[in-house]
């Protein structure tokens, strides 16, 4: 089974913290996805990479980061959070074919206080 | 991009009833998923359906690819069935799943 695992299922950080959320897949998938998930807005995307070292914006990149310095990690960085960052987060994972799922981790809930 | 429409946006069923949620897309897709989101918010994979039908249990699903729009059914509904059940598209050259707004499911026993 595929497994996409990000690191924290709850994280409460302060206002202008540097923050880092993990995604982790087990499946040698070529592409990686973050979304944020907010109340009647479905989920968006922030950031994907198709590659190592590759990133493209999505719908909603302003105060995001990524990283992807190996094929199995993806990370998501909010430079300096604000409160309006609190959301769901979900990563992703596919195979380079568009033809294919794509497979979900567990979500982290983050706060910003 | 494409657009996503998911209908209705809330549904709200007594345990062994049946249902029909409804998704619309703007663009011919390559790609097209259904999920169900639990109470802790996982994103649990339902089909993988950019065309035809498919069963697994009492969920089905069907994609009407030229006419833009794809169904699931559930039957026998239980509580277990809870939770936002979301269409994922993704059209042309792209591979990037593109989300509609979810139907948000109760079921009461």
């Known amino acids: 089974d595929v497994k996409v695992t990000q690191s924290s299922r709850y994280l409460v950080k302060r206002t202008g913290e540097k923050v880092f959320l993990e995604c982790v897949q087990d499946?040698?998938?070529?592409?990686m996805f973050w979304y944020r998930q907010d109340p009647g807005l479905g989920l968006r995307l922030i950031y994907f990479?198709?590659?190592?070292?590759?990133?493209e914006k999505g719908d909603i990149p302003e105060g995001y980061s990524v990283s992807r310095e190996k094929k199995e990690r993806f990370s998501l960085i909010l430079e300096s959070a604000s409160t309006n960052q609190t959301s769901m987060y979900l990563c992703a994972s596919s195979p380079r074919s568009m033809n294919t799922e794509a497979f979900f981790g567990q979500g982290t809930r983050l706060t910003v206080v | 991009g494409i657009q996503v429409e998911q209908s209705p946006p809330d549904l709200i069923l007594q345990e062994g009833a049946n249902s029909t949620l409804r998704c619309n897309f703007s663009?011919?897709?390559?790609?097209l998923q259904w999920f169900h989101q639990n109470p802790w918010g996982q994103l649990i994979n339902l089909f993988y359906?950019?065309?035809g039908t498919k069963q697994n249990g009492r969920l089905s699903a069907t994609t009407v690819a030229t006419e833009r729009y794809s169904l699931l059914y559930i039957s026998s509904s239980q509580t277990t069935d809870s939770g936002v059940y979301f269409c994922?598209?993704?059209?042309?050259?792209?591979?990037?799943?593109?989300f509609g707004r979810g139907t948000s499911l109760i079921v009461h026993p």
């Open positions: 663009d011919s897709v390559n790609n």
């Open positions: 994922a598209v993704a059209s042309g050259g792209s591979y990037i799943p593109t």
């Open positions: 990479s198709y590659d190592v070292k590759m990133k």
């Open positions: 499946m040698d998938h070529e592409n």
């Open positions: 359906i950019p065309s």
